[in-house]
């Protein structure tokens, strides 16, 4: 994540105080920040952030429901997910880094102004809604793990995302944001507080027993819904754009062959890792609420804190504590991944200055729609609106624009005219027309009645 660059700055900077003050060594916390930055945790791009995001507290809610509903026999939506939620979120990383422009800048070229303007409209919507029932869920677990009101916890959670994205350089803070993304291990760390039939598990993940109804449909909507979501679509091409402007790079349309293939394999390898961390973080998350509360007969969850809360009694108190704490830390992550991704394909779509290394001086409107979406999903704990009517509806926008916006992503990434020499490979782009088709099918299955 840091350049060449920026080390020789900081190691200047600190050199420099060395010079005026030689008695005095670095401060504590300044040699431990420098360590955490020069960790290889911090060189990764923002494929392990979107990978991560997606496994936001709805999306835990989404997932124990299929683990507590069907046990074992919905293991295998993750698998089919990942190649086909990688190829999406392979071509937006493409198209940021190798145009130098976020998505919605790119998505100009295809639709119009007005057309556009709507999709966002929606997005904004749906990703308020999602930071709603995120923030609420995090309050929950923050009630269950402290004893301390609900409300109160949710208003610390959003205080402190809120004030990391407006007040702290994006550079600062995501080495913390990354660090975070270390508590999806604590899904995987709940199977050793519990027996699993692994036999059973591996033969379920290729051969489910299930049985194709309206019921069984809602739960695989649900799960791809959850899994391939439009806000990670602007958010991956934009932070791309983030870390080159950062860097001081170009787009890699403007970059000589063998460094801009260099910077896609880096894309390639980033994207498909991140999202094969969130695939895999997410299976488990299935098969702990398989192993643990479908066996002992609790088939219905509706929020990831009933899911956390149904499982102390069944796994012990450990179990619940690793639960609470994965929910916890991808809530941290989710929230501002949500709020930025918003304000990205708003600023973009309106020509605003946007980016989270801007001032708020700099880019006020751009900040403005960071802060009135998570300040609504706060607000949105007040209403008579549950937080499950907010998630409900959140993924039905979602599933209107998804598809859309696939179709014009997997274009854009086969255009030349857009990406030059590196438009995306024929198998991602196949990946990526089957993504669209089953993302459509998803979509159409939320409208059928029953």
């Known amino acids: 994540m840091f350049s060449e660059q920026d080390g020789a700055e900081k190691n200047g900077g600190d050199e420099a105080i ?21 960790h290889p945790l911090a060189r990764v791009g923002p494929g392990l952030i979107t990978g991560v995001a997606d496994d936001d507290p709805s999306g835990i809610a989404t997932y124990s429901q299929a683990g507590a509903q069907f046990g074992l026999n919905m293991l295998w939506t993750m698998p089919l997910c990942l190649p086909l939620m990688a190829a999406v979120q392979l071509m937006c990383g493409l198209i940021g880094r190798v145009t130098g422009k976020g998505l919605a800048a790119n998505i100009k070229t295809a639709f119009s102004p007005s057309v556009l303007r709507v999709v966002v409209a929606l997005l904004l919507i749906a990703n308020t809604l ?4 995120d923030v609420a869920a995090m ?48 899904y995987a760390a709940v199977l050793f507080t519990v027996h699993v039939p692994w036999g059973e598990v591996a033969l379920r993940t ?14 695989v909507v649900g799960v791809f819904g959850t899994t391939i979501s439009p806000y990670l679509f602007f958010w991956q091409a934009s932070e791309e754009v983030e870390d080159m402007q950062r860097a001081k790079g170009v787009p890699l349309a403007d970059t000589p062959e063998p460094e801009a293939r260099s910077e896609v394999r880096r894309i390639t390898w980033d994207t498909w890792s991140g999202m094969a961390y969130s695939n895999i973080s997410a299976y488990f998350i299935i098969l702990a609420t398989a192993v643990t509360l479908h066996v002992s007969g ?20 450990f179990a619940f504590l690793l639960f609470t704490i994965g929910l ?9 991944v949500l709020a930025g991704s918003a304000a990205y394909a708003a600023a973009e779509t309106m020509g605003w200055n946007e980016g989270l290394e801007r001032t708020t001086g700099n880019a006020p409107r751009f900040y403005g729609v960071i802060a009135v979406s998570v300040l609504l999903g706060l607000g949105l704990q007040y209403s008579p609106i549950s937080p499950m009517k907010a ?24 255009k030349k005219s857009v990406m030059g020499a590196y438009t995306a490979s024929r198998p991602i782009r196949a990946l990526g027309w089957l993504a669209t088709g089953i993302m459509g099918v998803a979509a159409a299955c939320m409208f059928l009645p029953g």
């Open 391 to 414: 998630l409900f509806w959140s993924a039905v926008i979602n599933g209107v624009v998804a598809v859309p916006l696939m179709v014009v992503i997997t274009l854009l990434a086969s």
């Open 206 to 219: 290729i051969v489910p027993h299930i049985a194709f109804n309206a019921t069984t449909a809602a739960v």
């Open 298 to 317: 609790i088939t219905n969850i509706t929020t990831a804190a009933e899911a956390a809360s149904a499982l102390k009694p069944l796994a012990g108190n």
């Open 18 to 38: 060395g010079a005026r003050s030689p008695a005095f060594p670095p401060a504590p916390w300044r040699l431990l920040w420098r360590r955490i930055a020069q």
């Open 130 to 133: 999602n930071i709603a029932a």
């Open 328 to 336: 916890l830390g991808v809530g941290l992550i989710g929230v501002p």
């Open 139 to 186: 309050g929950e677990v923050g009630e269950l793990v402290t004893g301390i009101n609900r409300h109160l916890m949710t208003l610390t959670f959003v205080g402190v995302s809120l004030g990391l994205q407006i007040f702290v350089a994006y550079h600062r803070y995501v080495d913390f944001l990354k660090w975070l993304t270390l508590s999806l291990l604590a």
